[in-house]
T-cell receptor
Framework: GDSVTQMEGPVTLSEEAFLTINCTYTATGYPSLFWYVQYPGEGLQLLLKATKADDKGSNKGFEATYRKETTSFHLEKGSVQVSDSAVYFCALLRSNDYKLSFGAGTTVTVRA | GAVVSQHPSWVICKSGTSVKIECRSLDFQATTMFWYRQFPKQSLMLMATSNEGSKATYEQGVEKDKFLINHASLTLSTLTVTSAHPEDSSFYIC???????????FGPGTRLTVT
């Protein structure tokens, strides 16, 4: 079935460092891909999305490109801040039933 | 826009009692809502899909008699944890799917602790 494999953490970085979180997927058809962020004690917030191959989603300095040839949707940010400390989830939306499949989540801690 | 609320945000109950969690889409109608469960430091596990006016469909391994779902209107779905036990303690998150786009909108979650 459709699934997402996400780089395991935790990831600890210094402020202004470059962040990348790897995400690859397995799917039949052409799913939409998402990155969600969860701050401590809160629910999920959509960070960015891409609905077709070669789409680039971007928000708050984060970017991810839907790569069909490598079945990947890696998340990147060029200069992280302490406020970026959170858990990041990669997810795909199954095109047949609109259910989301989530990766395991990556905990990111940014130190001042 | 696209705000989803959950109530309560946290609840403590005694073992053997039942707890109801509400999920509301505040500014849109959602024909479909999803219920997830999240254990500490783990990912979200889809429990069930709730469709307005029809029975919920449960994922494999989820006890339908324990987790009762009612989607009474296009803006409200409820999850009732019946005869709760400590192992039901978890973070429960709902999402609402308006169907117009590919996006689901998530509620802030409800933390359930069963003592």
């Amino acid at each position: 079935g459709d699934s997402v494999t996400q780089m395991e953490g935790p990831v600890t970085l210094s402020e202004e460092a470059f962040l990348t979180i790897n995400c690859t997927y397995t799917a039949t058809g052409y799913p939409s891909l998402f990155w969600y962020v969860q701050y401590p004690g809160e629910g999920l917030q959509l960070l960015l999305k891409a609905t077709k191959a070669d789409d680039k989603g971007s928000n708050k300095g984060f970017e991810a490109t839907y790569r069909k040839e490598t079945t990947s949707f890696h998340l990147e940010k060029g200069s992280v801040q302490v406020s970026d400390s959170a858990v990041y989830f990669c997810a795909l939306l199954r095109s047949n039933d609109y259910k989301l499949s989530f990766g395991a989540g990556t905990t990111v801690t940014v130190r001042a | 826009g696209a705000v989803v609320s959950q109530h309560p945000s946290w609840v403590i109950c005694k073992s053997g009692t039942s707890v109801k969690i509400e999920c509301r889409s505040l500014d849109f109608q959602a024909t479909t809502m999803f219920w997830y469960r999240q254990f500490p430091k783990q990912s979200l596990m889809l429990m069930a899909t709730s469709n307005e006016g029809s029975k919920a469909t449960y994922e494999q391994g989820v006890e339908k008699d324990k987790f009762l779902i009612n989607h009474a209107s296009l803006t409200l779905s409820t999850l009732t944890v019946t005869s709760a036990h400590p192992e039901d303690s978890s973070f429960y998150i709902c999402s609402a799917f308006p169907g117009r786009t590919y996006e689901q909108y998530f509620g802030p979650g409800t933390r359930l602790t069963v003592t």
